[in-house]
């Protein structure tokens, strides 16, 4: 049974996520033009100014006149967090349902997604002193030791969480902590929406090499510069400047790595991020797969009749 067949009531909302460097923004646009939907973004670092060419943001010609929701929406000296984007996302469907149209988020951070999907209660407990304690914990004693915490009190959801995701991991000793439960016991809510999620992959040889690709193409087209001038207005450690593609840079222009091993580690943590993505996709959402890679006319012609099924 399909959700579509278990919640016939809810608002119907199709997401494509999966791998960076995949073709997601593209087939959103696609589907978009054929099932008269428009396209609200579901990528944590998109949503800032000024940062196009690392993001790999859409472009204007490439939305091809489908209207985008949450790109370009702060700048990127101001946090920006998981509930603060659920809550904006949430709008746009109301109003792009409330004229006659389909939502589509697009986007491959996952978390994002199934926040969305699930209405996860992720405002609850904003400014408890466990949060406050973790937080300080984090700023002493880094990422490492406190995902060593989480997996000494909860290895299953420590094996979900990369240790880079601080938020998450504050997010789930926070939980564990205030609750005295475990975070990966908690009880999976009832999805919000009638979600359909489209999950775009291909062989993994050539993900890795269309990756390496993109970011020959990202330095091309000025990614250091870009860099330079998001720093000329956000602090070092701003969340944004986490983003793969920027953090990278800071040794470079420090004096302490060469543009060459500056452009092999981009590459290496993007990598290894299209993994981590492959891995939360494939565990947390009910994903449909599909390659518009190396099998473009098969892929899309998946992706229409799935989309078209479910719609009806």
Do not use: C
Not at 59 to 84: C, K, N, R, W, Y
Not at 86 to 113: C, N, S
Not at 242 to 271: C, H, M, Q, V
Request: charged share 20%; no cysteine; proline share 5%.
């Amino acid at each position: 049974m399909t959700e579509s067949e278990q919640n016939p009531l809810k608002t119907q909302v199709l997401m494509i996520g999966g791998p960076t460097a995949t073709g997601k923004s593209a087939l959103g646009v696609r589907l978009a033009q054929q099932f008269n939907g428009e396209v609200i973004n579901g990528d944590a670092f998109q949503i800032y100014r000024g940062m196009d060419i690392g993001t790999a943001k859409v472009t204007p010609e490439e939305m091809a006149g489908v209207p985008h929701h949450l790109i370009d929406i702060v700048a990127p000296g101001e946090p920006f967090s998981a509930a603060q984007f659920q809550k904006r996302a949430e709008a746009a469907i109301a109003d792009i349902k409330g004229r006659g149209k389909l939502p589509i988020i697009v986007g491959g951070t996952g978390f994002y997604l199934n926040a969305l999907r699930l209405a996860l209660p992720l405002g609850e407990h904003a400014e408890s002193p466990a949060r406050s304690k973790w937080q300080q914990a984090l700023a002493d004693r880094g990422e490492d030791w406190l995902w060593a915490q989480l997996n000494a009190q909860d290895p299953e959801a420590a094996r979900k969480i990369p240790v880079g995701n601080s938020r998450r991991l504050i997010r789930a000793l926070e939980v564990i902590e205030i609750t005295g439960h475990k975070f990966s016991a908690q009880v999976i809510p009832d999805p919000a929406f009638d979600a359909l999620v489209l999950g775009l992959t291909t062989d993994r040889a050539v993900l890795y090499a269309r990756i390496d690709q993109r970011v020959d193409q990202m330095v091309a087209e000025g990614l250091e510069a870009e860099v330079r001038r998001v720093l000329q207005t956000t602090a070092p450690d701003a969340q944004a400047l986490k983003a793969i593609g920027y953090k990278e840079w800071l040794p470079y222009f420090a004096g302490a790595a060469s543009l060459a091993d500056t452009i092999a580690l981009i590459k290496k943590n993007s990598r290894h991020y299209a993994k981590r993505q492959l891995t939360y996709f494939r565990h947390q959402l009910p994903t449909h797969w599909l390659d518009v890679i190396t099998e473009p006319e098969r892929g899309l012609q998946e992706a229409n009749t799935l989309v078209a099924n479910w719609l009806s």
